[in-house]
């Protein structure tokens, strides 16, 4: 017995001692091919909804608690899918600090791949986008019975051309402060402090009908 152990001793030495090189570079390709996989499969998801609190006073728990419990309303199991309601966003609209730079450039990249949904704004972060086009017109896009319910509360910005001259207006929000799911989170902290809550849909969604259900959860 002792001697298969000091033999099998003998052998593994033997191996470490000209083949360490060749089982470390094995052992590194098995890793990469592991994670290849996993963020293959985590890539392959799909989306359920992802939403950005810009430069909302809430932390990412409570906007986390806020998906859940919608995902939990529609019973899906959001590990089979990737989704986010992101509310760890600050831009400095005028962009003179680098970090509001980068968090502009992640959220319009994003934007960009059709994997945002929908914003929730301040009236100045409102003001800033609303312009750029960024949000989807409502009234053109919202089923009629939301929009006659939601009459009150819709709110225009302007619409400029390539020349940047004001050619009108577009309804491109909704003031969502008084709806009762966002009402009951906000007993914990409100979104913001000097604003009204304004809903507003990416103009490039691909999830339009999950942003409407959304929107109606919220009132519920």
């Known amino acids: ?16 001692d000209y083949y360490r090189f060749h089982i470390i570079a094995g052992v590194f390709v098995l890793i990469l091919i592991i994670a290849g996989i996993c963020f293959s499969m985590q890539n392959n998801k799909p989306i359920f909804l992802n939403g950005y609190f810009l430069n909302a006073d809430w932390g990412d728990e409570l906007a986390g608690k806020m998906l859940e419990d919608y995902a939990n309303s529609k019973n899906c199991d959001l590990t089979q899918y990737k989704a986010y309601f992101n509310s760890s966003v600050y831009i400095d609209t005028e962009l003179k600090d680098q970090m509001s730079s980068v968090a502009y450039t992640k ?10 949904d929908f914003f929730f704004a301040n009236q100045t972060i409102f003001d800033y986008f609303g312009p750029k086009e960024a949000f989807l017109d409502l009234e053109k896009n919202l089923p009629n019975d939301l929009l006659e319910k939601c009459q009150d509360n819709l709110i225009k910005t302007q619409q400029y051309d390539e020349n ?31 604003s009204p809550v304004i809903f507003s849909v990416a103009y490039n969604t691909i999830r339009l009908e999950e942003v409407i259900d959304f929107l109606r959860w919220l009132d519920e």
């Open 1 to 16: 017995m002792k001697a298969t152990k000091q033999m099998l001793h003998k052998k593994l030495s033997y191996l470490w």
């Open 107 to 116: 959220v319009m990249s994003e934007f960009d791949m059709k994997r945002v």
């Open 164 to 194: 940047n001259k004001v050619v009108g207006d577009y309804v491109a929000g909704i003031d969502v402060s008084n709806t009762k799911k966002l009402k009951e989170y906000e007993k914990s902290r409100k979104m913001y402090e000097d």
